[in-house]
């Protein structure tokens, strides 16, 4: 019994959680699109989101191709179509893996960054000091780092994309003795726009939600140390979680375009 | 005449009246009242958690009061919208508990920063170098203007945070424990600053603190703050001479 209205109690504490964020994000939309806009902060926003991540969503993309190749290969040879590899591997990596493997990535990476600042600043009573001076806090901290990884999550997927091929082709032409323009060849007849265009819109929604929730949980966070640990790493879990059913509803919604 | 009565022949620049804020069951302000004249400086005193910072909040706007009206210089803050609300903000300087320093900028960017959304009270082509001079100048820290916050000591940080006050040259500047978390000479040196800075720019200073030697210092006038009301209000010496218990507690050394 005493288990049941814990869950209740947690279920309760979840759909509150929730109805805040939406109201956060509605805020979000109102602010986006009054003056004055900070193309000065979005400009560095974006430079240190995409920058940053750089190096780790490539390196993850390039093990990622790697380890796909490696782990298909026996199993395609088995059935005498390992020549298949190229178009396996760029389908299922600018589809799936990639988008969601490097927005895992960002959510640990910026998500939890834009908790920990935010929640900092909230603490430290900057936010609040940034209000008195006649700035609108939720513009200058809440919209550009939104925006930005609205904006930046895209790229970073197409390179992690290109990477993880990369390193495909790397272990194909190790272990099989594949050409680079071969490989790259099948890569381009296997992949069509439908691949591409649904992946990529997925991952502007990506971007959208590791902003979002990084700022919301970093914006309303409690006082002391202790909430902007929570508020990292909250942000961080409750991103990767929102990131798998955006997941799958875009899965589902381009499913029925398919259909069509 | 008394100083007192010369002040209280001033004009009122900020005015509390029959303010009340509660967070839940906890009633933090009764009906509060208090009233700031021009050039005055007026120390509000309170035990921890008494409501003096949620009372400071409510007079810029950062809190809601549930109730009650705030005048800041003859604009009723709680129906103001919030660009009326922004442009009045650069008449009052608020010097944060722990100074409140952007971290990811440098000083001279936090100097800068007020300044952008009130080119209006300026002029469009100010010159905000020196004006960030100027402000760091006042405060004895020109030699800082390129370090960043975690650069500066305590009593550097809070000497920062008070030129980027004046900067906007404020005719109201709100003091939330200006001494706490300093040892007793740097709270001397920042006690000595906000004289010198009052003298200069002949602002109107509410100063929130527990700390009774800054109070004795630098109080024109006192108000106790006590169940959530203005208990006691009078002089240092009016006050520190009362025999009431809950007054003479606060005096107690």
Same mark, same amino acid.
């Given at each position: ?8 109690? $947690? ?20 602010? #986006? ?13 974006? @430079? ?8 780790? *969503? ?32 760029? &389908? ?23 908790? %920990? ?30 925006? %930005? ?9 197409? &390179?992690?994309? *290109? ?45 959208? %939600?590791?902003? /979002? ?37 875009? *899965? ?9 | ?33 208090? $009233?700031?004249? $021009? ?47 922004? &442009? ?55 030699? #800082? ?21 004046? /900067? ?6 709100? @003091? ?8 007793? /000479? ?5 006690? &000595?600053?906000? $004289?010198?800075?009052?003298?200069? @720019? ?26 959530? /009301? ?5 002089? @240092? ?17």
């Amino acid at each position: 019994m005493l288990g049941f209205k814990n869950i209740i109690k $947690q279920l309760k504490s979840f759909l509150i959680e929730i109805g805040e964020l939406s109201i956060f994000a509605v805020r979000y939309f109102k602010e #986006a699109f009054k003056s004055p806009f900070e193309f000065k902060e979005l400009l560095r926003q974006c @430079y240190n989101m995409g920058n940053r991540s750089l190096l780790l *969503v490539g390196i993850t993309g390039f093990i990622i191709g790697l380890v796909l190749t490696l782990q298909t290969r026996p199993t395609l040879m088995e059935f005498g179509a390992v020549s298949w590899m190229p178009s396996m591997v760029s &389908i299922s990596i600018v589809r799936e893996i990639g988008p969601i493997i490097t927005a895992l990535v960002c959510a640990g990476r910026i998500g939890s960054g834009i908790g %920990a600042e935010l929640g900092s600043m909230r603490v430290t009573e900057q936010i609040d000091a940034m209000e008195v001076s006649g700035t609108n806090p939720f513009k200058y901290l809440v919209v550009t780092r939104v925006l %930005a990884t609205t904006l930046m999550l895209p790229l970073l997927v197409i &390179i992690g994309d *290109v990477i993880a091929i990369y390193g495909s082709y790397l272990v194909e032409n190790i272990k099989g003795n594949v050409s680079f323009m071969l490989y790259f060849n099948q890569v381009f007849d296997a992949l069509e726009f439908g691949d591409i265009l649904p992946a990529t819109i997925k991952s502007f929604f990506f971007g959208f %939600a590791i902003g /979002i929730v990084g700022c919301f949980k970093g914006y309303h966070c409690k006082k002391g140390t202790e909430g902007v640990g929570k508020a990292a790493n909250s942000a961080v879990v409750f991103t990767s979680l929102l990131l798998f059913i955006i997941d799958f509803i875009a *899965v589902f919604v381009t499913d029925i375009f398919y259909d069509l | 005449m008394t100083e007192h009565d010369n002040i209280s022949k001033r004009d009122i620049v900020l005015e509390l009246k029959d303010l009340h804020k509660s967070f839940g069951d906890n009633h933090v302000l009764n009906g509060f009242n208090m $009233q700031l004249f $021009q050039g005055e400086n007026l120390v509000i005193m309170g035990k921890s958690g008494s409501g003096k910072s949620v009372m400071i909040k409510c007079l810029v706007g950062l809190m809601e009061a549930d109730s009650g009206t705030i005048s800041l210089m003859h604009n009723d803050i709680t129906k103001l919208d919030q660009e009326a609300l922004d &442009i009045l903000r650069a008449d009052i300087g608020f010097l944060f508990q722990g100074s409140a320093l952007y971290d990811s900028m440098t000083v001279r960017e936090n100097l800068e920063f007020p300044l952008r959304r009130h080119t209006k009270k300026f002029g469009e082509h100010i010159d905000t170098e020196i004006m960030v001079i100027e402000a760091l100048e006042n405060v004895g820290l020109a030699s #800082a203007i390129d370090l960043m916050p975690s650069e500066l000591s305590g009593g550097m940080k809070r000497r920062v945070a008070l030129a980027r006050t004046l /900067i906007l040259q404020p005719k109201i500047i709100l @003091y939330d424990e200006p001494t706490s978390g300093l040892d007793p /000479i740097t709270a001397k040196e920042i006690i &000595i600053l906000m $004289q010198d800075i009052q003298k200069k @720019y002949g602002t109107s200073s509410l100063i929130i603190t527990h700390d009774v030697d800054c109070a004795r210092v630098i109080s024109d006038r006192m108000i106790l703050l006590i169940d959530g /009301i203005d208990y006691a209000v009078g002089t @240092y010496a009016e006050l520190s001479a009362s025999t009431d218990p809950k007054i003479k507690a606060f005096f107690k050394h």
